[in-house]
């Protein structure tokens, strides 16, 4: 992940309670250690509670609220997952509204376990292949995704894998995207082999 550096990029971690603490500090970990600049944005002010699956976990500064964040100024989203995070983020118009930003320019985006749920409501998900906690898959393959168990997924810019245990796959994954930038201009025919496909 080292090879990786983002200087100079900014990037969004979109989040509310319920998040899956290590699907946030880790991914935050690695772009700060790749350099980007990383703010933890959520519609709430203050702090936002982490769990460790079903026990609470740690109390996580938000480092901008969602209606002072304006997703042309950042690079890359990061989506955490946990069941309640995106559950609640599904709700929030704004938060959406702000997922949907970066998937209609073509901002790479990194989404964990239950975080790709929120990409069937922001447009993210239709036509492209994606992996996800396996409770997603009839959601995500209904929205028009292709869906498949895999320890990390990448279609043009989008980034997803399916449990805390894949985050050493998805964090360098993430930082490969999220290095190359914005995939606005690249279709499914410049990708090698003429499709998207699976990174393993």
């Known amino acids: 992940m080292a090879n990786e550096r983002l200087e100079g990029r900014r990037v969004a971690v979109l989040a509310t309670d319920g998040f899956e603490q290590v699907e946030l500090t880790r991914p935050v970990e690695a772009l700060k250690e790749a ?38 100024a950042f690079d890359a989203l990061v989506l955490p997952g946990g069941v309640i995070n995106p559950d609640q983020l599904k709700l929030e118009p704004e938060a959406i509204a702000f997922i949907r930003s970066f998937v209609e320019t073509g901002k790479p985006i990194a989404a964990i376990c239950h975080g790709p749920w929120t990409l069937i409501d922001a447009g993210g998900a239709q ?74």
Not at 37 to 62: F, L, R, T, W
Not at 63 to 72: F, G, I, K, M, V
Not at 160 to 176: G, I, Y
């Open 127 to 200: 036509g492209r292949r994606v992996t996800s906690w396996p409770s997603l898959k009839t959601d995500l393959t209904n929205a028009g995704a292709k869906w498949e168990d895999s320890e990390v997924v990448t279609d043009r810019g989008l980034v997803t894998s399916r449990k805390p245990d894949d985050l050493p796959a998805f964090c360098a994954k993430m930082l490969e995207e999220f290095a190359e930038g914005s995939h606005a201009n690249r279709s499914m025919r410049d990708q090698p082999g003429g499709e998207a496909r699976p990174s393993m």
């Open 35 to 72: 350099g980007a600049m990383v703010e933890v944005i959520s519609p709430k002010a203050g702090q936002i509670q982490g769990y460790n699956h079903h026990d609470k976990g740690d109390m996580i500064p938000v480092d901008r609220q969602l209606s002072e964040a304006d997703p042309e």
